[in-house]
Structures are given as C-alpha cells and as structure tokens.
C-alpha cells in the first residue's frame, strides 16, 4: 500500500506571497490533518478534512485554509506569509475512527519564507 | 487532552531495551495513551496505543500503570535506526476529536 505522500518537498517563498502545499493520502484513508512543526517544536495541529468538510481546527489565523477533494487529496494554503510561518509542513491520514489505529504521517514540505 | 511529562533526553546501549517513560497524571477514563516517534528529517510514525491493559506489537510493548497516571514505552532490543523522538501522547479516541496534541518528546540516542 503506498503511504502518504507530499509535494514539493522543499520551498522558500517572499514574505507577504501565499504557498500551496499538497498531500496525497494513503490509499484507504479519508480522513486528512495538517500539522505544523517549528524546529526543535513538536508539531502543532492546524486542521482535519473529512468528507471535503474541515473537521476541527487548530489555533492557527484564517489566512492558513484548506482543501480535501474527491479522491481525498488535500491542499494546505497559506496567504500573506510571515517569516514565523518557515516550518516543516505536515500531512497526515487516517481512516475515518478519530485516528484510533493511528495516523500515517508524510515527510513534510520544508517551508522557507525569506 | 491530558498533557503529559516526558523526559528531554535518553540514552541506551544497542541490543539493550530502551524505556522510555511518561507521566499523564490527568489522564481521563475516556483517553488513550498513543506512542510515536519521529526520526529525523520524516514525519511522526505511530508505534502502539492503548487504554489500561498492556499492550505488544511487532514495533513495542505499552506498560501502563493501574491506576493510568503513567506508563512506559519499551523497545526490546533497540537497534541505532531506533534513534529518534519519542512522543507520548493523551487523546480521547473518538470522533470529532481529530488532533494529536504534541509535547517536546523524549530524544532517544541509541549508543553503539
């Protein structure tokens, strides 16, 4: 079965520009989360998507939005970056049982903002 | 979630067990307790869960207290591709409470 997968793996973006990081999620899996992880940090959840519908959401501000399409892809957005906003972006999926058997995680996009 | 207590830093000799404990002393009747570890450079991997019975897989085994309030992650015979955080977490396993809230973990270094 193949695993989560991200894409690109490395970015450097200009303050004040928006990014668009993508996941493809293991196959199975409808259930998609974003996290963000600061070096040296534990990663911090920004939002799930179930069924195309954002299903919680971290304390992250508007301009961080999402999207979960048919085949339970999803993108992560970011507007008006900031030089806080440099992390490794995390995608994560599961089947739809809270993560009770687990999160599958990717690799992460390494996001610079300069 | 309950929070947990982890310690910042571990060492073990290869082929030795690694124990890694973990305190969650708030933990509710409704909560698990999951493991996972992130190597460096990759995402988080889970290892194993579990509410109050120990718990082994091919990956770990889970000792969690009688009283639930702490619990230890072992790594039986611990190779150096076991070197990595080490992240205890607390969560309700139930729908509608999506997120794994993480700590700062425990940095295991596998010693050769």
């Known amino acids: 079965e193949t695993g989560v997968t991200q894409s690109p793996t490395h970015l450097i973006k200009t303050r004040g520009q928006q990014v668009t990081l993508r996941c493809s999620s293991q196959?199975?899996?409808?259930?998609v989360s974003w996290y963000q992880q600061a070096l040296g940090q534990g990663p911090q959840f920004i939002f799930q998507?179930?069924?195309?519908?954002?299903?919680g959401r971290g304390n992250f501000p508007p301009r961080f939005s999402g999207l979960q399409f048919p085949n339970y892809s999803s993108e992560l957005n970011v507007n008006a970056l900031e030089l806080d906003d440099s992390a490794l972006y995390l995608c994560?999926?599961?089947?739809?049982?809270?993560?009770?058997?687990?999160?599958?995680f990717g690799s992460g996009t390494r996001l610079t903002v300069v | 979630d309950a929070k947990t207590t982890q310690p910042p830093s571990m060492d073990c000799a290869e082929g030795r067990a690694a124990n890694l404990p973990c305190n969650h002393s708030t933990i509710s009747g409704n909560e698990y307790v999951y493991w996972y570890r992130q190597i460096h450079s990759q995402g988080p991997q889970y290892i194993i869960h579990?509410?109050?019975n120990n718990e082994t897989n091919e990956m770990a085994s889970l000792i969690i207290t009688e009283d639930r309030k702490s619990s230890t992650l072992i790594l039986p015979h611990a190779t150096l591709r076991d070197t990595a955080v080490y992240y205890c977490i607390v969560r309700a396993a139930s729908f509608g409470n999506e997120k794994l809230t993480f700590g700062t973990g425990t940095r295991l270094t596998i010693i050769p």
């Open positions: 994560a999926s599961s089947l739809p049982t809270g993560g009770y058997y687990g999160y599958t």
């Open positions: 998507y179930y069924r195309e519908e954002e299903n």
């Open positions: 196959s199975g899996h409808n259930t």
């Open positions: 579990g509410l109050k």
